[in-house]
């Protein structure tokens, strides 16, 4: 019982797709050809893209579906930040298009999912 319990968010598709889009942002920053100046960018980039199954995590071990359902909003937000910062990567020629289009298509994946969780808590 206790190991449910522990990796119940694991279960979840939200939580698994969010976790390998952070992997995968993760993976570009530590190519990202740019003056180390802006680092401070690239770590704001990486803690957004992981707030999201952090968010989605720590919502569902929290006592109630209102406090679960406020924990996947901030991730919905956190995705929101992550594409901007992509949006200003793209901007200044850090990443091409297709790298950003690619990541927009699994956030907004990701955001609907989110929408559909936070609806199915809330009408239970």
Do not use: C
């Amino acid at each position: 019982m206790a190991q449910e319990v522990q990796t119940a968010y694991k279960d979840l598709q939200v939580w698994q797709k969010s976790m390998s889009l952070a992997t995968n942002i993760i993976n570009l920053t530590e190519n990202l050809e740019t003056n180390r100046k802006h680092y401070r960018l690239i770590e704001q980039l990486e803690a957004s893209v992981t707030s999201i199954p952090m968010n989605i995590a720590e919502g569902k071990g929290r006592e109630s579906k209102k406090e679960y359902i406020r924990f996947l909003y901030i991730a919905r937000g956190s995705v929101y930040e992550m594409l901007t910062l992509l949006d200003i990567f793209l901007r200044l020629g850090w990443i091409p298009k297709n790298v950003f289009s690619e990541y927009e298509q699994e956030a907004i994946e990701i955001i609907r999912m989110l929408k559909g969780l936070i609806n199915a808590i809330a009408r239970s």
